[in-house]
């Protein structure tokens, strides 16, 4: 599980004052977005007739790897009575979390039907992008790792377009606001779920199919 481990009370009650501060601080600092954040999966917004599962990834995060076979699973077994939008969240612990996270944003701007491609990529080959993978190499030598992935990945072969990506200030500010959304939103860990506007208690845990089955068939029958 993705978490800071608390060792005692006081601690814990430190955590909870400096998390507090933090989302405050962000939601006075946050210039408004021109639109809504994230990536709608098979564009299914939601309606007043469907649950809305808002999940916060991290792309290189493995728990937010292994929650998404289930939760598509979940979605898949639904259909139209679910609607799920991916906000990324670069968690600071995780190597190139925040390039990554800034790929899906560029892959998103140059192909959003392969937005969910991308991330399903980066959760396969999670190992390419952190650790001993990366730790001789420049920053500037990653971004274009990286970038060369986003291509193959999204089918679009003009890299430069992709590479490009990385110096606009539009995919950066996008990066940035995902993550400062998810600050707002008490966010600490991930994977981390909301369901029609209510945080799940197993943040940073991935849930399986019939956990979602539970949370999910109970509110079809209101």
């Known amino acids: 599980m993705e978490f800071l481990k608390i060792q005692n009370y006081n601690t814990l009650m430190k955590s909870i004052v400096l998390l507090l501060l933090c989302v405050v601080h962000v939601n006075a600092q946050v210039t408004l977005p021109s639109r809504q954040d994230g990536f709608w999966y098979k564009n299914r917004i939601a309606n007043t007739e469907s649950i809305l599962i808002e999940a916060f990834f991290d792309p290189l995060c493995p ?3 292994d929650s998404w076979p289930p939760l598509k699973l979940a979605l898949q077994h639904y259909g139209s009575r679910l609607s799920l939008v991916v906000h990324p969240f670069s968690l600071p612990y995780h190597d190139n979390a925040f390039i990554s996270s800034r790929a ?5 701007q140059l192909n959003t039907s392969a937005t969910y491609r991308l991330l399903e990529s980066f959760f396969d080959h999670q190992g390419k992008f ?3 993978a ?4 420049s920053r500037s030598s ?7 992935f986003t291509s193959n990945s999204i089918g679009n072969s003009n890299y430069a377009a992709v590479k490009a990506g990385f110096t606009d ?3 950066d500010h996008a990066t940035r606001i995902s ?3 998810g600050c707002v939103k008490g966010v600490y860990a ?4 909301f369901v029609n506007g209510f945080p799940l208690p197993d943040d940073g845990s991935a849930l399986d199919y019939n956990a979602w089955r539970k949370i999910i068939h109970p509110l079809l029958k209101n």
Request: glycine fraction near 6%; charge should be positive.
């Open 130 to 132: 952190y650790g001993n």
């Open 179 to 181: 993550f400062k959304y």
């Open 142 to 148: 990653v971004v274009d790792k990286i970038a060369r």
């Open 190 to 193: 991930t994977p981390f779920f």
């Open 104 to 108: 899906l944003h560029i892959g998103n």
């Open 169 to 171: 200030p539009k995919t």
């Open 134 to 137: 990366t730790f001789n190499l």
């Open 63 to 65: 728990d937010s790897r």
